[in-house]
């Protein structure tokens, strides 16, 4: 256990730990195929009480905040940045699978707690473990409230899509004459 060792070695090996960690995690994450992150699974699906993301803007004040958190995006990631230029439907169905692997990722990284306050039974290891959770826990919350967003979004789209095949099929018809 690290509560026998001195407060130093301690913090080191907590801070250690903890890095250790979110870098498997993100490790873990990256290798992940899509399909582990379908917004239909359940652990991915919205909850009554978050109000298709109203929850976030009304008690969080998500809107005021979230856009001064950074964004990470790995090399060959996939980035907010171009949403104005790729509209389709596709792209926006990457960018909720994107959501999904965040949430993911942030949220097993708060879980990280758990095995910090094992082996670190000191308030240290509590108080570290709290800036771990602390740390992760805003991202998380913007995937899921991002989610909420990109689904109207995608409903949106696909209603446009239908309307224009319609479109598209009247003047066809009409050009043939029928």
């Known amino acids: 256990m690290i509560k026998f060792a001195p407060s130093y070695i301690a913090f080191i090996l907590t801070v250690a730990f903890i890095i250790v960690w979110h870098c498997c995690t ?3 994450c ?3 195929k899509p399909d582990n992150f379908d917004y239909r699974l359940k652990h991915f699906a919205a909850r009554k009480w978050e ?3 109203k929850w976030y803007s009304e008690h969080l004040k998500i809107n005021k905040w979230k856009d001064l958190l950074p964004q990470f995006v790995s090399e060959g990631g996939f980035s907010k940045e171009h949403i104005q230029s790729n509209l389709t439907i596709e ?5 909720i699978m ?3 692997r965040g949430e993911w990722d942030h949220g097993m990284n708060c ?6 306050l094992i082996i670190n039974t000191s308030l240290m290891g509590l108080v570290l473990g709290l800036c771990a959770v602390i740390g992760n826990l805003p991202f998380y919350v913007i ?5 909420f967003r ?3 979004l995608r409903k949106k789209l696909l209603r446009d899509k239908k309307k224009q095949i319609n479109i598209d099929c009247e003047q066809f018809i009409s050009d043939m004459g029928i």
């Open 26 to 28: 993100m490790y873990i």
């Open 30 to 32: 990256r290798r992940l």
């Open 51 to 53: 109000r298709n993301g």
């Open 91 to 95: 792209y926006v169905d990457t960018f």
């Open 98 to 100: 994107e959501t999904c």
């Open 111 to 116: 879980l990280c707690i758990i095995p910090v």
């Open 143 to 147: 995937q899921r409230y991002n989610r």
């Open 150 to 152: 990109l689904l109207t």
